[in-house]
Each structure stands twice: as structure tokens, then as C-alpha cells.
């Protein structure tokens, strides 16, 4: 069982940066892939981010891509998730999963650990 948890959320204004961690438990976490989801008020979860166990191969959704980066580092079992130029419509909890094998997906099912999410509040 792989345990994850997330910090780094908040309240801040449109056009603010925020890192997003995610740490997880046990001794396996540079041999999984990574995701970020998220989800706002009366929305189903949707993908945001994933990376590779190496890292190498990133995926982005098209809403974020360019103002969002996931990245990892294996040494620390975190992965992370720099948000720059933040929008309203970014509000939401964000969730970080794991897979049981290396590969980056978009799909939530793909994933099978799942952290308890962290708020991330974007005011005008």
C-alpha cells in the first residue's frame, strides 16, 4: 500500500504561482508513474499532469499546458507540481495518484493510489 500526500495549496490571486508536493511512502516510488488531478465544485476530476518514473516523458492537459510543470525527484519520493499563472478557473482540489507500473497516463483509472488532496483557491 502506498500512502501520498499533498501540500502547497492555498488561497492566492489570479496571476500567482503555487508548488504543489506530494510525498509518498515506501521504497518503490522511482519505479511509478505520477499523476495530478483535480477538482472543482460540481465537476467530475480531471487530469492535469503525469510524468514517467524517470521523468523523462510529461503529459499535460491542454488547459494547463504551458502555465503548469510536473516534475519529481526519486531521492525525495516527491513529486511536484509548479502552477504559474493562475486563473479562476483553476480553483479546485488537487489530487496526486500513482501507478503500479512506470508509464505516465491521463487516464484516472490507470491510477491505483490516490492522496487526500490539497485546495487550491484562485480569487480575482
Known amino acids: 500500500q502506498v500512502q501520498l500526500v499533498e501540500s502547497g495549496g492555498g488561497l492566492v490571486q489570479a496571476g500567482s504561482s503555487l508548488r504543489l508536493s506530494c510525498v509518498a511512502s515506501?521504497?518503490?516510488?522511482?519505479?511509478?508513474?505520477m499523476g495530478w488531478f483535480r477538482q472543482a465544485p460540481g465537476k467530475e476530476r480531471e487530469f492535469v499532469a503525469a510524468?514517467?518514473?524517470?521523468?523523462?516523458?510529461?503529459y499535460y492537459a491542454d488547459a494547463v499546458k504551458g502555465r503548469f510543470t510536473i516534475s519529481r525527484d526519486n531521492a525525495k519520493n516527491t513529486v511536484y507540481l509548479r502552477t504559474d499563472s493562475l486563473k479562476l478557473e483553476d480553483t479546485a482540489v488537487y489530487y496526486c495518484?500513482?501507478?503500479?507500473?512506470?508509464?505516465?497516463?491521463?487516464?484516472?483509472?490507470?491510477?491505483?493510489?490516490w492522496g487526500q488532496g490539497t485546495q487550491v483557491t484562485v480569487s480575482s
Open positions: 495518484a500513482a501507478r503500479q507500473t512506470s508509464a505516465a497516463a491521463r487516464a484516472a483509472v490507470a491510477y491505483a493510489y
Open positions: 515506501g521504497r518503490a516510488f522511482s519505479t511509478y508513474g
Open positions: 510524468v514517467s518514473d524517470s521523468g523523462v516523458v510529461r
